[in-house]
């Protein structure tokens, strides 16, 4: 099984659909060969490493959860919600008037599009 360091400075989740571990800087960890091809595409970020070069190889695992989200996001179905209720809503919660001459598609576009910069973290 190849082996591969993480060289970068901080700490990462890889983005490889299925796998997502957590990589410390330094961490060295053996892989299999299909997740080693898919990390060594970033020379800046992980090298491959030789049986000789290794003090301690941390055994792969499943990445930490990560904390929960100290409040819940809030939950709108906003597909539900018609052409009134979506300038309604707009209106009370984001101080904003959207031109009713517009389509009800186009207004819950707008307004999604508030709740995302309004509500969501970045």
């Known amino acids: ?19 997502g571990l957590r990589w410390e800087p ?13 990390l060594l595409v970033y020379p800046d970020t992980w090298v491959r490493l030789h049986d000789e070069t ?15 989200v100290e409040e819940p996001l809030p939950v709108i179905d906003f597909h539900s919600m018609g052409k009134k209720a979506l300038l ?12 009713k001459r517009q389509s ?6 707008k307004v999604i599009a508030l709740f995302s910069k309004n509500e969501m973290p970045d």
């Open 1 to 19: 099984m190849p082996k591969v360091k993480y060289i970068a400075a901080g700490i990462k989740i890889d983005s490889i659909n299925g796998v």
């Open 26 to 38: 330094g961490q060295v960890r053996n892989v299999s060969a299909e997740v080693s091809e898919r």
């Open 54 to 68: 290794l003090d301690n190889v941390v055994p792969i695992g499943l990445a930490q959860a990560e904390k929960p």
């Open 88 to 99: 309604e809503f707009a209106e009370r919660k984001y101080n904003e008037r959207l031109d």
């Open 104 to 109: 009800e598609g186009t207004i819950r576009h």
